[in-house]
């Protein structure tokens, strides 16, 4: 099963879509969201975009994070 995403972000007048599509129905989707010039990704395409949108540099140290885990665990 392949998972699509399929929107345009450049036109807020558009509806996200999340499709579970068979691997046998996938090339023919991928035809059609060509021929209406429609947007898609799939969900890991989605995840690298959004890894790739991410700070390199968090701005809390390891020391933060596991002190905020922490108190969330163990109500410190």
């Known amino acids: 099963m392949q998972t ?3 929107n345009n972000a450049n036109n807020p007048s558009t509806q996200v879509v999340y499709l579970n ?3 046998s129905d996938w090339s023919l989707l991928k035809e059609l969201i060509r021929k209406f ?3 898609s990704e799939t969900r ?4 690298d975009r959004f890894i790739a ?4 540099q968090p701005p809390l140290t390891e ?3 596991m002190d905020e ?3 969330v665990r163990y109500g410190m």
């Open 63 to 65: 020391q933060e994070i």
């Open 37 to 39: 010039g429609w947007q």
């Open 69 to 71: 885990v922490s108190a």
């Open 53 to 56: 949108s991410r700070p390199q």
């Open 44 to 47: 890991e395409q989605l995840l």
């Open 21 to 23: 599509v068979p691997m």
């Open 4 to 6: 699509a995403t399929i």
